[in-house]
Nanobody, 115 residues
Framework: VQLQASGGGLVQAGGSLRLSCSASGTIGPINSMGWYRQVPGKQRELVARIISGGFTDYGDSVRGRFTLFRDNAKKSLWLQMNTLKPEDTAVYYC??????????WGQGTLVTVSS
């Protein structure tokens, strides 16, 4: 299984970016799909994820600014990021968790927000 993430880049504060992630290979039933981010020296943190059943969970710092979209059948997900802030600067990782307990990660895409 491979997750391919794209869409990162450099943007000014207040701007927008859309991250994309698509999976290839056999995953099986999906428990959750989402995005996490990490900055050097800190733990990886939840940005947003959709859990089986449709519930969407957002990190407190992005709620109201970021929106997560997904297509289970296509094993794809997108993260629309609006009103970006310098503190959103991080490497963003897409993630898919199967109901069988497998955890798949993309390679990470860097988002840099300049002030």
């Amino acid at each position: 299984v491979q997750l391919q993430a794209s869409g990162g880049g450099l943007v000014q504060a207040g701007g927008s970016l859309r991250l994309s992630c698509s999976a290839s290979g056999t995953i099986g039933p999906i428990n959750s799909m989402g995005w996490y981010r990490q900055v050097p020296g800190k733990q990886r943190e939840l940005v947003a994820r959709i859990i089986s059943g449709g519930f969407t969970d957002y990190g407190d710092s992005v709620r109201g600014r970021f929106t997560l979209f997904r297509d289970n059948a296509k094993k794809s997900l997108w993260l629309q990021m609006n009103t970006l802030k310098p503190e959103d600067t991080a490497v963003y990782y897409c993630n898919i968790q199967s109901t069988g307990g497998n955890d798949y990660w993309g390679q990470g895409t860097l988002v840099t927000v300049s002030s």
